[in-house]
């Protein structure tokens, strides 16, 4: 029981910040639907995206891991008005735009530029995949360098390996020490197709780390992309990209877009945040007890009958308070600690947030 407070000095309070990660494979069964039948992916009546569950999504264990998405800005030259799921197309790019890319001095939404220097113009993205990881995957934030894609540059059919050319080995190489930060929403490193990207190679896309979003540009894909018709990728026979890109929906692209991983990881952060209080009891504090039964016929117990004993407690809880005194947390010792006038005591409490 608490009867005097002790306010915390400044070299008392210390903040530490740990990065936790977690390795973070995706096997390309998962997203090719081989897994399970493709009862792992959930598609909507609104067909704008399609969701990547780790289980089949009517589990009730299922977790969703990802969203799987296609569109293109309105500047791009596949875009027009009697191209299928046109402004839908439209819509998912400027969503995803406006979110990771500053808006212009006038207020209007930009396009992805490839190498993030927007000021500078150069090469837009225009038409792209994008890849939106659920929490549980990304937590707080995708590893810096640890993103690797890898996905064939030619998938007409499922399980058909001989259909199946490339693969592409896509990261974010070199990310660790080298990113941009002109993002609204945090960090983001520039995607190649290569493990030594030459500085004259353009980037294929981005990965936002904070976000947990990849922005893929399609022109990674070359050659015959999902199939004619979108109603069975594994029987019918692919159209080329820029087909694909005007007459095909949404999920006819994220179909397509599946079929072509092989393989997927990352490593996650978990940005652990913690405050260190050290309580300090001197050799003149904390030595009586405000406990009723610390006395006894007005003697201290604990001295027995010996008058000229020190006074002694036993330490077993401490607790912080707020500045108007009221109990904001306790932490409670293993064992009880002796405190008399002949010792000092530190105790470290750590808050973890």
């Known amino acids: 029981m608490a009867s005097t407070y002790k306010t915390f000095l400044a070299n008392d309070i210390a903040t530490t910040k740990t990065l936790l990660h977690e390795a973070i494979p995706v096997t390309g069964t998962i997203?090719?639907?081989?897994?399970?039948?493709?009862?792992?992916?959930?598609?909507?009546?609104?067909?704008?995206?399609?969701?990547?569950?780790?289980?089949?999504?009517?589990?009730?264990?299922?977790?969703?891991?990802?969203?799987?998405?296609?569109?293109?800005?309105?500047?791009?030259?596949?875009?027009?008005?009697?191209?299928?799921?046109?402004?839908?197309?439209?819509?998912?790019?400027?969503?995803?735009?406006?979110?990771?890319?500053?808006?212009?001095?006038?207020?209007?939404i930009q396009n992805f530029d490839s190498d993030g220097n927007i000021a500078a113009g150069g090469k837009k993205m225009l038409e792209c995949f994008f890849l939106s990881f659920s929490r549980l995957l990304a937590k707080d934030e995708v590893k810096k360098g640890s993103f690797r894609l890898n996905v064939y540059s030619t998938a007409s059919f499922v399980n058909t390996p001989l259909t199946r050319k490339g693969p592409l080995y896509i990261g974010d190489y070199g990310a660790a020490t080298s990113f941009k930060v002109n993002s609204p929403t945090g960090e983001y490193g520039l995607v190649y197709s290569s493990s030594s990207p030459a500085a004259e190679q353009t980037p294929v896309g981005h990965i936002y780390y904070q976000a947990g979003v990849l922005v893929l540009t399609a022109s990674v894909f070359s050659g015959a992309f999902g199939s004619a018709d979108g109603t069975d990728i594994a029987l019918k026979p692919a159209s080329q990209m820029n087909d694909q890109i005007t007459g095909s929906t949404i999920n006819h692209m994220a179909d397509g877009f599946r079929y072509t991983v092989d393989n997927l990881e990352f490593n996650n952060t978990t940005e652990l945040n913690s405050t260190m209080y050290f309580c300090r009891a001197n050799t003149n504090e904390?030595?009586?007890?405000?406990?009723?039964?610390?006395?006894?016929?007005?003697?201290?117990?604990?001295?027995?009958?010996?008058?000229?004993?020190?006074?002694?407690?036993?330490?077993?809880?401490?607790?912080?308070?707020?500045?108007?005194?009221?109990?904001?947390?306790?932490?409670?010792?293993?064992?009880?600690?002796k405190k008399a006038p002949s010792n000092e005591i530190t105790l470290r409490v750590r808050l973890d947030y």
Do not use: R
């Open 31 to 108: 997203l090719s639907g081989t897994y399970i039948s493709d009862a792992n992916i959930k598609t909507f009546s609104h067909g704008m995206f399609e969701a990547v569950y780790d289980y089949p999504y009517l589990s009730s264990s299922a977790n969703s891991i990802f969203d799987i998405t296609f569109g293109y800005s309105a500047d791009s030259v596949h875009s027009g008005s009697d191209h299928t799921q046109n402004t839908k197309k439209i819509n998912i790019y400027n969503q995803f735009a406006q979110v990771l890319v500053p808006y212009d001095i006038s207020g209007n």
């Open 286 to 337: 904390y030595n009586y007890s405000a406990n009723p039964t610390y006395l006894s016929s007005s003697k201290i117990v604990v001295k027995g009958n010996n008058a000229f004993e020190e006074p002694v407690s036993y330490i077993t809880t401490i607790g912080l308070y707020s500045a108007d005194n009221e109990l904001l947390a306790t932490a409670k010792l293993s064992e009880p600690l």
